[in-house]
């Protein structure tokens, strides 16, 4: 195709697309028009409905405002249902039905709370105040309820009920209290074993401590904490001081104790030792049990009262022990100084526990204070003990020259020092960190030296030397025997009972020869002849002693021997074992000789006058005088 044709082509073109630009301009402009047309009626037709959209919303929301109106005035009327029905429980009282009543008490106060939140009417003020009336009584009423039950179920605890829930080795039937168990080791073994249960007595029945505690808590929440604190308190410290004095716990003074008779106070010491295990262990421990229980949740009235219900208790229990810890010194003491001592180191752990808040720091501290100063007269009666045992002036001689009182009194007391070994040692503790063995080593020879030197000084009282060597014999014999047979051996040693193993074979062998050297003179056969070798009478063979010197002998013995048989029948050799050998050791001595010189020189004198006035005694009969020796006899008795 040529140049024209393709331009001819190309302007028809271009007027077919302007001829379709037109129509298209055209048609929009037209719809312009149309469109616009509607924006202005959709403009009057707004215009025209907006008065009823207005109306419309007013009434929906007075719809929605009647709604609440009559939701809120149901509620209203619902809380002045609840609280018509609450107030009728409340005026009937708790008595018929306690867990209804505690219930009618708290929808009261949630109306109550209620009331004070939503103040949207005129009369909100009168309900509230008439609620708050009922509320008044309706606590008032929980007083009385909780005061009437406490009171009904808290009795005295009988002695008997307390004495079975102790441990059998414990009960009186065991042990009577206030006599102290001499078998004491076998006790603490008991009192020790797995087997000393406790079974406190049941205070108040299980079933009303729940209603108890829900009284308790509607109380606090009324804010009368007060009231609820001095009900609680004055009602179960009462029964807790009768059941103690039941028991026999009373208040004793210093003064009421230095009055007392030593067997009386001993007693009460011994009762005292009872009460406290019985007071910690059971009553002490059952308030503690129900006072957390009924106070559950109300940590510090809880605990003031616990502090308050036991205080007067405690203060009359450590009183006492008070006062015995002050009283005069005197050695029986000590063994219940100990007891003491160990009843308040063994209920320790207990009372701290017991008594380990801020409002019982009082009586705890009281009872650390107790045992500490238990331990520190303990201490001082052991060293007045020494004091005694060296100073003891007792002028009471024993006249047959037996084991003195003193002597015997004073190992009984070493005895049971040991029987408190372990206790001592505890005690010697409190005072200073050192080998508590060694001291107590030391105290115990010091004692026995003490003994010793006073017994030596009380054998001075004896005119006759050889009851002297007796004495003495006699008593550090029973002093050795006693330590061999006790704890006391281990502790002083073998070497210490050597040494007084031939102190008693001393003190027998000057026995023997202070009493026996001129008996035996009168027939020692050695220095039979007279000075000079004079002339030989009745035929002697070479004696060389005269028949006069013969009969001289015999008589001089004959008046010895009678005069120690007379005597020293009467002394005493208390321990069988060592009077036999005593008197065997005699024998063997006196009888060799006599029996020699009565052989040689016997029919010298029976071959004058009189032979009968001159050889009293055969062998035989010297043995058997022999057997009568310290026997401890009177004269009438010899006589017989």
């Known amino acids: 195709m040529g140049v024209p044709q393709a331009m001819a082509a190309l302007r028809d073109k271009a007027a077919l697309v302007r001829e379709s630009l037109q129509k298209s301009q055209t048609i929009t402009e037209s719809m312009v028009s149309i469109l616009g047309s509607f924006d202005h009626r959709l403009s009057s037709l707004e215009t025209a409905m907006r008065p009823t959209q207005i109306r419309t919303h007013s009434i929906r929301r007075a719809h929605e405002n009647i709604d609440k109106t009559l939701k809120a005035a149901e509620a209203i009327?619902?809380?002045?249902?609840?609280?018509?029905?609450?107030?009728?429980?409340?005026?009937?009282?708790?008595?018929?039905?306690?867990?209804?009543?505690?219930?009618?008490?708290?929808?009261?106060?949630?109306?109550?709370?209620?009331?004070?939140?939503?103040?949207?009417?005129?009369?909100?003020?009168?309900?509230?105040?008439?609620?708050?009336?009922?509320?008044?009584?309706?606590?008032?009423?929980?007083?009385?309820?909780?005061?009437?039950?406490?009171?009904?179920?808290?009795?005295?605890?009988?002695?008997?009920?307390?004495?079975?829930?102790?441990?059998?080795?414990?009960?009186?039937?065991?042990?009577?209290?206030?006599?102290?168990?001499?078998?004491?080791?076998?006790?603490?073994?008991?009192?020790?074993?797995?087997?000393?249960?406790?079974?406190?007595?049941?205070?108040?029945?299980?079933r009303v401590l729940p209603l108890l505690h829900n009284l308790a808590q509607q109380m606090v929440q009324a804010g009368h904490q007060q009231q609820l604190f001095r009900i609680y308190r004055d009602t179960r410290a009462s029964v807790l001081e009768q059941s103690l004095r039941k028991l026999g716990v009373e208040r004793l003074s210093k003064d009421d104790v230095q009055k007392m008779q030593w067997e009386v106070l001993e007693a009460k010491i011994g009762n005292w030792i009872h009460y406290m295990r019985i007071a910690v262990k059971m009553l002490f421990a059952g308030e503690k049990k129900i006072c957390d229980q009924i106070l559950a949740g109300i940590d510090s009235l809880r605990d003031q009262c616990y502090a308050e219900i036991t205080a007067n208790s405690v203060s009359v229990l450590l009183s006492f022990g008070e006062a015995i810890a002050k009283s005069k010194r005197s050695p029986e003491k000590l063994f219940v100084l100990l007891d003491m001592y160990e009843i308040m180191r063994e209920l320790q752990s207990e009372i701290d526990y017991l008594f380990g808040t801020k409002s019982c720091t009082e009586m705890r501290e009281s009872a650390q204070s107790l045992t500490k100063r238990l331990a520190q007269t303990a201490q001082e009666t052991f060293g007045d003990f020494e004091e005694a045992v060296a100073k003891d002036a007792t002028k009471t001689a024993v006249l047959d020259g037996t084991v003195h009182p003193l002597t015997s009194y004073v190992i009984n007391y070493v005895k049971f020092l040991f029987d408190y070994k372990t206790t001592l040692e505890q005690l010697f503790q409190e005072f200073e960190e050192s080998d508590t063995?060694?001291?107590?080593?030391?105290?115990?020879?010091?004692?026995?030296?003490?003994?010793?030197?006073?017994?030596?000084?009380?054998?001075?009282?004896?005119?006759?030397?050889?009851?002297?060597?007796?004495?003495?014999?006699?008593?550090?014999?029973?002093?050795?025997?006693?330590?061999?047979?006790?704890?006391?051996?281990?502790?002083?040693?073998?070497?210490?009972?050597?040494?007084?193993?031939?102190?008693?074979?001393?003190?027998?062998?000057?026995?023997?020869?202070?009493?026996?050297?001129?008996?035996?003179?009168?027939?020692?056969?050695?220095?039979?002849?007279?000075?000079?070798?004079?002339?030989?009478?009745?035929?002697?063979?070479?004696?060389?002693?005269?028949?006069?010197?013969?009969?001289?002998?015999?008589?001089?013995?004959?008046?010895?021997?009678?005069?120690?048989?007379?005597?020293?029948?009467?002394?005493?050799?208390?321990?069988?074992?060592?009077?036999?050998?005593?008197?065997?050791?005699?024998?063997?001595?006196?009888?060799?000789?006599?029996?020699?010189?009565?052989?040689?020189?016997?029919?010298?004198?029976?071959?004058?006058?009189?032979?009968?006035?001159?050889?009293?005694?055969?062998?035989?009969?010297?043995?058997?005088?022999?057997?009568?020796?310290?026997?401890g006899k009177t004269c009438v008795e010899q006589k017989r």
């Open 77 to 206: 009327l619902g809380r002045f249902d609840l609280t018509r029905k609450a107030e009728a429980k409340i005026l009937r009282g708790p008595h018929e039905d306690l867990e209804s009543y505690l219930e009618a008490i708290d929808q009261l106060r949630s109306n109550l709370q209620y009331f004070t939140t939503h103040k949207c009417f005129k009369r909100t003020s009168g309900i509230i105040t008439h609620a708050n009336n009922l509320l008044t009584k309706a606590i008032s009423k929980l007083e009385d309820e909780f005061r009437n039950l406490l009171t009904n179920y808290s009795k005295v605890v009988e002695p008997d009920r307390l004495f079975d829930g102790l441990p059998d080795s414990l009960r009186p039937s065991a042990t009577s209290p206030g006599k102290r168990n001499d078998s004491k080791k076998d006790s603490d073994n008991q009192k020790n074993s797995e087997n000393a249960v406790y079974t406190p007595p049941t205070l108040i029945p299980p």
């Open 437 to 631: 063995e060694a001291q107590l080593k030391t105290l115990t020879k010091r004692i026995m030296e003490a003994l010793q030197t006073n017994l030596d000084g009380k054998s001075k009282q004896y005119k006759d030397p050889a009851l002297t060597q007796l004495f003495l014999m006699n008593n550090m014999h029973y002093i050795v025997r006693s330590v061999r047979r006790s704890e006391a051996k281990d502790l002083l040693g073998d070497d210490w009972v050597q040494i007084h193993r031939r102190i008693v074979q001393q003190h027998a062998n000057q026995y023997k020869r202070i009493s026996w050297a001129k008996v035996l003179q009168c027939v020692t056969i050695q220095g039979a002849a007279p000075a000079g070798g004079g002339g030989i009478l009745g035929g002697d063979s070479g004696s060389g002693i005269s028949r006069a010197m013969v009969k001289d002998r015999f008589k001089n013995f004959n008046a010895q021997f009678e005069d120690l048989h007379m005597r020293q029948c009467q002394w005493n050799v208390p321990d069988s074992e060592l009077r036999e050998s005593l008197r065997l050791a005699v024998a063997e001595v006196l009888l060799p000789a006599y029996r020699s010189f009565h052989k040689r020189f016997g029919p010298m004198a029976e071959s004058g006058k009189n032979p009968c006035k001159y050889i009293k005694y055969k062998p035989e009969d010297l043995e058997r005088m022999l057997s009568e020796f310290f026997e």
